[in-house]
């Protein structure tokens, strides 16, 4: 009994007494402060305009191309006028659009279709996260699912051999997802329409 008395005597003196804190302590320990909350707010937007920035080349992650009529983007820009379309591309001719050229498109092929995506030059242009994909054909690389991040890390590839159905499948969809956002202004060699 009074050994205790002794104990719960000494854990009294060991802890602080309330008292002790003062009242910036104890607001620190339970309160947020409105200014807090928009300090987190602002500190998330400019998190986010910044990831933007790096992942689409722009801070509106391109909100408003993307959001304009679906039926302009696949129209060939003025670069293109004046010349029969498709145009078939050599391998080596579509190295030469990769964006390092001045007033030159940048060119991305899929599954033999080239598509022009100059419009997105700041995600497949010389500084962009997607530059690999550019003035080549790398069909492969789409077959994997985004978040492995293998597509973009293993040497480009256009053969699908060896693909399972589901992976086929990934490719035909990003196929599908070029055609109805870029112009497709031709084709590769060897991959006639
Ligand atoms: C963790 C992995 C990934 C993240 C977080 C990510 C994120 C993004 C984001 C935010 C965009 C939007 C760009 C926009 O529409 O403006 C995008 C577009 C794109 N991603 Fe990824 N991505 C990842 C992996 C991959 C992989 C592995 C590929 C491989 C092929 C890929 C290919 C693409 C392509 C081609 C676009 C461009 C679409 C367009 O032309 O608008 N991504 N990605």
Redesign the pocket.
């Known amino acids: 009994m009074l050994r205790e008395r002794r104990k719960a005597d000494r854990s009294a003196k060991t802890r602080p007494e309330p008292e002790s804190l003062d009242e910036d302590d104890r607001n620190a320990r339970t309160h947020f402060t409105l200014l807090d909350v928009l300090r987190m707010v602002g500190g998330l937007v400019i998190l986010g305009l910044l990831t933007g920035k790096f992942?689409?080349g722009s801070v509106t992650?391109?909100y408003w191309t993307?959001s304009s009529p679906v039926g302009d983007l696949t129209i060939p820009s003025a670069y293109w006028s004046g010349q029969e379309l498709p145009l078939a591309f050599s391998l080596e001719q579509l190295h030469e659009f990769d964006g390092s050229r001045p007033k030159t498109p940048v060119l991305l092929a899929i599954q033999g279709q080239v598509f022009d995506?100059s419009r997105?030059s700041g995600?497949y242009g010389p500084r962009g996260p997607?530059h690999r994909?550019a003035a080549t054909d790398c069909s492969r690389?789409?077959s994997?699912r985004?978040?492995?991040?293998q597509?973009?890390r293993e040497p480009c590839s256009s053969d699908l051999n060896g693909l399972s159905d589901s992976a086929r499948q990934r490719v035909a969809e990003w196929t599908e997802f070029f055609q109805t956002?870029y112009p497709c202004v031709g084709y590769l060699t060897g991959s006639e329409p």
């Open positions: 992942m689409t992650w391109d993307k995506v997105k995600l997607y994909l690389a789409f994997y985004l978040w492995s991040m597509g973009l956002r």
